[in-house]
T-cell receptor
Framework: DTEVTQTPKHLVMGMTNKKSLKCEQHMGHRAMYWYKQKAKKPPELMFVYSYEKLSINESVPSRFSPECPNSSLLNLHLHALQPEDSALYLC????????????FGPGTRLTVT | GENVEQHPSTLSVQEGDSAVIKCTYSDSASNYFPWYKQELGKRPQLIIDIRSNVGEKKDQRIAVTLNKTAKHFSLHITETQPEDSAVYFCAASITGTASKLTFGTGTRLQVML
C-alpha cells in the first residue's frame, strides 16, 4: 500500500459539534503531519508527529486536538470550531522526517456552519 | 524561521513551450527542496525534489536546478501539455528533529491549446 488515506472526504459541522478526522498510512512511515489549506494558498503546517510523539505544534488553537494512536494512524479531534476554520485538512507522512519525501492524503473538506 | 518566495504567481504558456518557476529561500541551512503539483480539488503530489549536495536533477520533462550560493531553485517543465495545468508549490526544509517543510505561495500554470 503506497497511499495515505483520509476519512471523511467531506464534513459539515456546527460550531458546537465534536468530530474527528482520520488519517492512515501503511508505508511504515514514522513521521505524520496535519496541514490546513485555504483556497489558493499553500498548505499550512499544524502538527508533526515523529515516532508517535508530538514534535511540532504550530501554535494551533486548542479546539484542534491531534492524536497518534499508533505508527499508522493519525487523528484530528475537532471541537467548538469557528466558521473561519473551514478549509481542506490534509494529512501527510514521510519515512522519518520532513527532509524525507512527504506524501499527502486526499484531504477532508471541512465546512463549519 | 525559513521564508520561501515563489514567482510568478500565474504563468500561461502555449502547449509545447517550456515553463520555468523560481523560488528563493532565506535559511542557508535548508538542504531539501521538493516541488508539489496540485490539481484542482486534489492532493498535492510530489513531482520532483533535490537535495543540497546536487545542483540539478531531471525526470523526463521535469528538471530542478539549485543554486546554493544565491539561495534559489527552479522548476523547469519542457514540452508542456494540457495535463501540466495545475498549481505548483516549491518548499524547503532543514535536517533536524523539528524539521518541517516551508512552502512557497504557489504558481498557477495554465497550458493553452
Amino acid at each position: 500500500d503506497t497511499e495515505v488515506t483520509q476519512t471523511p472526504k467531506h464534513l459539515v459541522m456546527g460550531m458546537t459539534n465534536k468530530k474527528s478526522l482520520k488519517c492512515e498510512q501503511h508505508m511504515g512511515h514514522r513521521a505524520m503531519y496535519w496541514y490546513k489549506q485555504k483556497a489558493k494558498k499553500p498548505p499550512e503546517l499544524m502538527f508533526v508527529y515523529s515516532y508517535e510523539k508530538l514534535s511540532i505544534n504550530e501554535s494551533v488553537p486548542s479546539r484542534f486536538s491531534p492524536e497518534c494512536p499508533n505508527s499508522s494512524l493519525l487523528n484530528l479531534h475537532l471541537h467548538a470550531l469557528q466558521p473561519e476554520d473551514s478549509a481542506l485538512y490534509l494529512c501527510a507522512s514521510s519515512p522519518r522526517t520532513a527532509v524525507d519525501e512527504q506524501y499527502f492524503g486526499p484531504g477532508t473538506r471541512l465546512t463549519v456552519t | 524561521g525559513e521564508n520561501v518566495e515563489q514567482h510568478p504567481s500565474t504563468l500561461s504558456v502555449q502547449e509545447g513551450d517550456s515553463a520555468v518557476i523560481k523560488c528563493t529561500y532565506s535559511d542557508s541551512a535548508s538542504n531539501y527542496f521538493p516541488w508539489y503539483k496540485q490539481e484542482l480539488g486534489k492532493r498535492p503530489q510530489l513531482i520532483i525534489d533535490i537535495r543540497s549536495n546536487v545542483g540539478e536533477k531531471k525526470d523526463q520533462r521535469i528538471a530542478v536546478t539549485l543554486n546554493k550560493t544565491a539561495k534559489h531553485f527552479s522548476l523547469h517543465i519542457t514540452e508542456t501539455q494540457p495535463e501540466d495545468s495545475a498549481v505548483y508549490f516549491c518548499a524547503a526544509s532543514i535536517t533536524g528533529t523539528a524539521s518541517k517543510l516551508t512552502f512557497g505561495t504557489g504558481t498557477r500554470l495554465q497550458v493553452m491549446l
